[in-house]
């Protein structure tokens, strides 16, 4: 894993001098991160949409990141407060479009599961998300968000027994 | 529940874990903007041709000037011809200055500190002429039709690792390559625009709407750029409740000016205001 951070610190080193293929690199690596903690805690239409608006946030303040090592958790940050703020401003139910209808019923289900893993425990819906939704591995998720692996390997199997028993209880 | 699995990946597969995975992964980042494949340097060949130009080319202007230093010139050539993959490539460095002094056209990225550090000048490349100009293999790209982009669209897996000489790579290539336009292309130019949109489109509308608009708007931009950079049009529709957003922001988008490519790109630009 401290390759995969060095990699990381020489890229956003060179992201922060204005290295656009840097940059590139890091949107290319991190997608799947800011993407799962979205989806974490919004739509799929919304996080799709936001994941655009954290990456060209993050490349303007760029430059005032102090420690390239904390790309992942600053990242990550940025990533939940655009969603809190989207949240916060989101028009209530009745006053937006409905999304239109799903009808794949498999799609309907993920959005279902999905659905069980936001009403868990903040601290158990991004590992969730970012292993299953996403797949990205436990160590992976460690050292993105820039958690320990102890916890985030607590925090996976405490949600997954969670989610389990919230799944079976709605059955 | 195996640990293992779920941690990592690794010993036997839990079979629930293993079904939640599949089913989530319906939800993936999936909008497909897909890396545009492109030729990329075309190895020997074209290190030999190039070669052959440069000497061509020295030797004529050595002539017409009477100069005695071909000698010190063609260093960078000969390393071109023995067509190592490190070999500097002299139209990657030539073509994007010629085409912007052509087109008059500003690249917001000419003096990014990294766009030719990577690729540093040769003292005799600025004479060198390009031999594949208006050539089938250069105008490969502009032939085809141009692809539906989307510019922070991208692919959560591994980006394509083709990288041999005859192979492809990329729209995250260097600087130096770059041929098309790619997010990290398309991204600065557009967060530069993003408080302008907010304060000369989005306040004016949302000042303007009536109380029963929606208290937020979606507006999806689709650009038309040309190869130069330049934006051939700008199409936005008029999100509910909010007239004149969505074509306030397509005629500022207009004047935009994106890096130059190969043969430009048609993307879509998702906007979402709130109140």
Redesign the interface.
């Known amino acids: 894993m401290r390759v995969v951070a060095t990699e990381d610190d020489s890229l956003v080193r060179?992201a922060q001098?204005?290295?656009?293929?840097?940059?590139?690199?890091l949107?290319?690596r991190y997608?799947?991160l800011v993407?799962g903690v979205l989806?974490s805690r919004l739509g799929?239409a919304?996080?799709?949409?936001?994941?655009?608006?954290v990456?060209?946030v993050a490349?303007?303040k760029l430059p005032a990141l102090a420690e390239p090592d904390s790309f992942g958790a600053w990242l990550a940050v940025i990533a939940r407060n655009r969603a809190t703020d989207?949240l916060r401003?989101?028009?209530?139910e009745s006053?937006?479009?409905p999304d239109l209808p799903t009808f794949?019923p498999?799609?309907a289900?993920?959005?279902q599961?999905?659905e069980v893993i936001r009403g868990l425990p903040e601290a158990y819906r991004e590992p969730l998300?970012l292993?299953?939704?996403?797949?990205m591995?436990?160590?992976e998720i460690a050292a993105r968000t820039g958690l320990t692996p102890d916890s985030a390997?607590v925090n996976?199997?405490r949600g997954?027994?969670l989610?389990?028993e919230r799944m079976k209880s709605d059955e | 529940?195996n640990?293992d699995y779920?941690?990592?990946?690794t010993g036997a597969v839990d079979p629930?874990?293993a079904r939640?995975?599949e089913?989530?992964?319906?939800?993936?980042?999936?909008?497909d903007w897909q890396p545009v494949v492109r030729p990329r340097r075309r190895g020997p060949i074209i290190a030999a041709l190039a070669a052959a130009a440069c000497v061509a080319v020295l030797v004529t202007w050595s002539a017409t000037r009477q100069s005695t230093s071909v000698t010190s010139e063609p260093a960078p050539t000969s390393a071109a011809a023995a067509g190592t993959p490190e070999v500097v490539n002299p139209f990657a460095n030539e073509r994007a200055p010629r085409r912007a002094r052509s087109n008059d056209v500003v690249n917001p990225?000419k003096s990014?500190?990294?766009?030719n550090k990577s690729t540093p000048r040769s003292p005799g490349s600025a004479e060198v002429v390009d031999p594949f100009k208006g050539s089938p293999r250069a105008t490969h790209s502009a032939s085809k039709p141009a692809e539906l982009l989307d510019?922070?669209?991208?692919?959560?897996s591994?980006?394509p690792t083709t990288t041999g000489r005859n192979g492809v790579v990329n729209?995250?290539?260097?600087?130096a390559d770059k041929k098309s336009l790619?997010?990290?292309?398309v991204?600065?130019v557009?967060?530069r625009q993003?408080s302008e949109i907010a304060s000369k489109c989005w306040t004016p509308a949302r000042d303007e709407a009536p109380k029963s608009a929606?208290?937020?708007a979606?507006v999806v931009l689709t650009l038309r750029i040309a190869a130069s950079g330049r934006v051939l049009s700008a199409t936005a529709s008029d999100p509910?409740g909010y007239p004149g957003l969505g074509s306030c922001i397509a005629g500022r988008a207009r004047n935009w000016v994106f890096p130059v490519s190969s043969s430009g790109a048609t993307i879509n630009v998702?906007f979402?205001f709130?109140?």
Do not use: C, N
């Not at chain 1, 001098?17 to 590139?24: E, I, M, N, S």
């Not at chain 1, 919304?46 to 608006?53: G, P, R, V, Y």
């Not at chain 2, 990014?112 to 766009?115: I, L, Q, V």
């Not at chain 2, 510019?151 to 959560?156: L, V």
């Open positions: 060179a001098r204005g290295d656009q293929v840097a940059f590139g690199r949107f290319e997608t799947r993407h989806l799929k919304d996080a799709d949409d936001l994941t655009q608006e990456f060209l490349f303007e989207f401003k989101r028009p209530r006053e937006i479009l794949d498999r799609r289900e993920a959005e599961v999905l998300v292993r299953l939704e996403e797949g591995t436990g160590p390997r996976l199997h997954m027994k989610l389990k | 529940m640990s779920l941690w990592d990946g629930e874990v939640l995975e089913l989530l992964s319906e939800l993936r980042y999936e909008r990225f990014a500190p990294s766009a510019p922070f669209k991208g692919k959560t591994a980006p729209s995250w290539a260097t600087s790619g997010a990290s292309d991204a600065p557009i967060a993003r929606p208290k937020s979606r509910a998702p979402i709130s109140r």
